[in-house]
């Protein structure tokens, strides 16, 4: 791993800033996403913008033990409130925010005093991620889906009072076309390359899809989408939900990934001699993310509320198994139409949602993706129905179980992945598997009213 090169970071940095300056630009925001699954944020003056690359800016390390309700959860690897990280704003990424004026946007590295990533820094986790895939001689193009609940800022717990009309109806989308408008231009102006935008099935909900891209960035590009769909809400008098589940009934927030692998600049997923035009190494690398489901499960969908998300027939993928275009199985492969299949084809992971840490998401799935490689993994027969609608005998006659459908069951299988565990670290995995435990004791007697109502606005 090269040392930091901090001239180098300073330079970029400094050309960045000219550009924002003449922007209007005075405060840049920097942000890093926690444990937890919640961005948080420091923020410097513009001129202080090289300053921050170079040598980062101080950044407690409890901020790895950081629950979702800002409880400080001592862990095995906590030092309490001694010592001190370095965030370290990413210049390549800088861009000014439309919905905030005067503000730009970067995400930031984590790194220690010494100038070594930190052990806990997720971001630097997936850099790994990415670092090992290319070793094998592959790259990636990674996706993330956002779906979000709007409700109107003075009746925030009713989302049917601000957005009228029916699941993907025309009248929700007329309704509401100049925020949906403004948030589209608002992600041109920051440069992120928008591909749909639609009302969603659950009351109040829409979703918007973005382009494949390096799966570091697609991570950046989740956190700039979510922050730019709460910017431009408030601008309109809305607040946004990204929680795993607005309220106890109803279909819930994914946040499905789309992923493919490319050798060189040849899709694997697409134009190959196995089933569905598969290649041997898309088969062996969906294989590799399918045998370990249930322990991703606690990367993916690391909430309490993930698991009342997580129903059959809700299009959330709950029973372990794969299909082509099948939106009930966690696996979708999507081939895309004959003629643009190798630009088109990728796998859709859709039993994650946006309550976990996308950087996480990348590195828990390259991870298991590469170990399938690793072990010339074959994929079971795809499932060609709802698996939901078959009776467990011939669930049980197909291979298909139910993944875990509780968070501390998902724990559980986590801790005994060691593809996880030792890729993710020992100080990472025990912290994560630490508080998810604090979120399951802090519900265990919280009903599933509860505990939507608690997440509502966290993520
Ligand atoms: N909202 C559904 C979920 O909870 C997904 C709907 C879809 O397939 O887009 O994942
Ligand atoms: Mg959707």
Known sequence: MADLDREGLAARAEEAAAGLAAAGVELVAMTFVDNSGITRTKAVPLSRVATAAAWGVG??????????????????????????????????????????????????????????????????????????????????????????????????????????????????????????????????????????????????????????????????????????????????????????????????????????????????????????????????????????????????APSVASYLRLLPHHWAGVFRGWGLENRETPLRLVRGVAGDRHRAANLEVKCFDQAANPYLVVAGLLFTGLAGLAEEATLPEPVDVDPGSLTEDERRERGIERLPTTLDAAVAAFESEPVLTESFGRPLATTLAELRRHEIRVFAAATPEQVTAALRWVY
């Open 59 to 300: 950044a407690s390390n409890s901020f790895d033990f950081f629950a979702f309700d800002d409880e400080i959860v001592p862990g095995e690897y906590s030092a309490g409130p001694v010592g001190d990280l370095r965030l370290h704003l990413d210049p390549d990424r800088l861009v000014a925010l439309a919905g905030l004026p005067g503000w730009a946007w970067t995400p930031a590295d984590r790194y220690d005093q010494e100038g070594a990533v930190h052990e806990q820094d997720q971001r630097g986790l997936a850099k790994r991620a990415v670092r090992r895939l290319a070793e094998q001689g592959y790259t990636a193009k990674l996706a993330f889906e956002i779906e979000w609940v709007v409700a109107a800022d003075d009746a925030p717990d009713d989302p049917s009072a601000a957005v009228l009309g029916p699941a993907y109806g025309f009248a929700r989308l007329s309704q509401h076309a100049g925020y949906l408008r403004a948030l589209v231009s608002a992600l041109d102006s920051q440069g992120v390359a928008v591909e749909q935008v639609h009302p969603e099935y659950a009351a109040g909900q829409f979703e918007l899809s973005v382009a494949a891209e390096d799966p570091v960035r697609a991570a950046d590009t989740a956190v700039l989408v979510r922050q730019t769909i709460r910017a431009v809400s408030g601008e309109h008098g809305l607040r946004a939900s990204f929680s795993p589940k607005f309220s106890a009934s109803g279909v819930g927030n994914g946040g499905h990934v789309h992923l493919s692998i490319q050798r060189g600049d040849t899709n694997v997923f697409a134009g190959g001699d196995r089933v569905f035009g598969l290649t041997p190494a898309a088969e062996s690398f969906a294989a590799g993310i399918l045998d370990r489901l249930p322990a991703l499960l606690a990367v993916g």
